[in-house]
């Protein structure tokens, strides 16, 4: 079992920057891949990224790929997620996600943080 909060949204014009925190709760936050998903008003909550238990196995989304980094500080038991270069279409609630499989990780995770609201605006 896991708990995720997530923090660090909010307002930001086109082209600014965020980063987003998910702090876990337990010990056994360094058997999990952790993961982003979002989703925009009237849309289905798509994959963002997901990062390995060390952080050696990495996956991103290609509409994120090369302005989103996921990162994750053990000792802390959070993940991170910079986004830079932020567009009008990054409008989304942002929601943290963790799983023991790099596969589910990407579809259907077992644990699911509140959200985070971003918007990015023209």
């Known amino acids: 079992q896991v708990e995720l909060v997530e923090s660090g949204g909010g307002w930001v014009q086109t082209g600014g920057s965020l980063r987003l925190s998910c702090a876990a709760s337990g010990r056994t936050f360094i058997t999990y891949i952790m993961g982003w998903f979002r989703q925009a008003p009237g849309k289905e909550r798509e994959f963002v990224a997901a990062?390995?238990?060390?952080?050696?196995?990495?996956a991103y989304a290609d509409s994120v790929k090369g302005r989103f980094t996921i990162s994750r500080d053990t000792s802390e038991n959070t993940v991170y997620l910079q986004m830079n270069s932020l567009k009008p279409e990054d409008t989304a609630v942002y929601y943290c996600?963790?799983?023991?499989?790099?596969?589910?990780?990407?579809?259907?995770?077992?644990?699911w943080g509140q959200g985070t609201p971003v918007t990015v605006s023209s």
């Open positions: 990062i390995s238990q060390i952080g050696s196995r990495i």
């Open positions: 996600a963790a799983d023991p499989s790099f596969f589910r990780i990407r579809s259907i995770p077992d644990y």
